[in-house]
Each structure stands twice: as C-alpha cells, then as structure tokens.
C-alpha cells in the first residue's frame, strides 16, 4: 500500500480560512457558552417549576416555588437592599467621572494617580471584603483608632447596624470599582474631538457648562455601557457580602445573589433557589433591554 498523499489547501479554501480564521477560533467558546451558560439557565427555569429540594425531582408544581418566594420576607428584603446597592453604585460612575475630569490633559503626575485609582481593581472582592470589615470592626478599625486618639463617643459600626450595613458595602464597592469608571470615562474623553474643545474656547463658554452642555451628552454610549456593566455588578454581587457581613445583621445585607446560592447550597431547596435565579434574570433583561430604549428615545428627541 502506498504512501497516503497529503493534498494542499486550495486558494478559495485559504482564503475562506483566512476570512473567518476570528469566527472558526471562537467557536470552542461559543459551544461552551452554549452548553454551559444557556444549558444552566434553561436548567434553573425547568428547576423552578418542579418539587425539587436537596435533590432533582420532576413532579411539577406551576407556579408554587415562585408564589412562595415572594412571601419570603427575605427575598423582599434582598431586593429592597439590591435597589439601594444599585444606587449606591452609581457614586462609583459619579466619581470615577470626576476623576478622569481632573486628570484630563497635562496633568503632573496624572499617569501616577491613575495608577493608584485604579489599583483597587487590581483586588478581588474577597480580599476587599476583608479589608473594609477590618476597618468597620468596632474593637480593631476606625472606630477604636478614633477613640484611642482621645474621641472615647466616637460610633462606626456600620457593618452590625441593620440600617447601614448597606452603605457599608456600598462604600467598599465603590472604592473597589471607581478606578475602573475613571478609566472608561478617560477613554470617552479622549475620543472627543479637539476641535470641541478650540469652539468653546473661542465662544469662551465656561468648562462647567462644557460638560454639562456638551460633553456628557456626547459620552452617552459611555455612560450607557457603565451603567450596564453597574447592573451586572449590582446583580452579581455575592463575594463581598460573604467577606464583609456573611448577610448580616439579621439579614439586612441579603442581596439576591446571595439568596439564591443560600438557598441552593445551605438551605438545600433546588426549586426555589432556581426560582429566585429565573426572577433576577427576568430583573436583568428588563433593564437590559430598557437602557438601550431610553438612549434611543432619547437620541430622537434631540433630533
């Protein structure tokens, strides 16, 4: 038997390869996603309608884990506390804003401090957690290093009190994340054109009335990307509150994430973890969905 005989690629299959050499890489990802990612969530909306506990069980049941959930107290209590931390979260926009502001231009030092704001980003969750509960402890953080410099009726104890254990957190994620908002804001305004910037100078328009006036509108895709990548965080956020409160006190810093995984892994109860998940999807879709409108209409109405 002879030698097998290896035939060359012909020019149109190079070419075909070449075009779409991006498309054919990426297809292992896309399979994965695919399988992994829709598979799981088609998995946890079947789960939602079924009897499930600690293990799989098909009898279904309509809409009984869904009523059931929103007479938990609980879940009514994280959803509350995830309007206040998607709030909250927008100060990381807010300053990040301000910070690029600041350090746009010659600015002495400004790849320095950029440097520094963003090195908070450079941390994980946990790690962060762990340091902003160290500073809100009341025997080892600010608290008693305020009292020990002779202020002995000096109260921070946020992470034990239930009406401010959410600003807690807050704080800790925006101290984490306004690093990267500083970037991405950077990024929307050194993609404004120069000749922007000589028409007002020439008008001798004030820079307040600048950004107010021009150049926050034209960073409108910015800020909806921001705004969107905030909501994710928002919805994702379970890291932090494990390293900071654990859900506490008393459940005041439940988000939904964090219901959801109690539910799947310490409470054992398949089905209304997965109705949990359906319904913050459901919650992330609708935004999703409502951002992009809201830019549109709004792009209409000044048109």
Known sequence: MGPSVIR????????FTHKHAATIAALPVLGAA????????LWSVVMSFTASKIFPDMTFVGLRQYLRLFKDSLWALSLHNLAIFAL????SLVLGFFLAVLLEGDVPGAGIFRTI???????SLIITGLVWQWLFNPTLGLQQFVRDLGARDFVFN???????VMYALIVASVWQSTGFYMVLCSAGLKGIDHEVWQASRIDGIPKYRMYLEVIIPMMSFTFLTSLVLLS???VKAYDIIVAMTNGGPGGHSVLPSYYIVDMYI????IALGAAGSTVLLLIVVAFLVALPLINLGLRRRKA
């Open 117 to 123: 704001y963003l090195y908070p980003m450079a941390i």
């Open 232 to 234: 994710i965080g928002a």
């Open 158 to 164: 946020w992470v034990a009190d239930p009406q401010k």
């Open 34 to 41: 695919l399988v992994f990612y829709l598979g799981s969530t």
């Open 88 to 91: 909250g979260s927008l100060l």
């Open 266 to 269: 310490n409470r054992r109860f």
């Open 8 to 15: 060359a690629a012909t020019p149109r299959q190079e070419a």
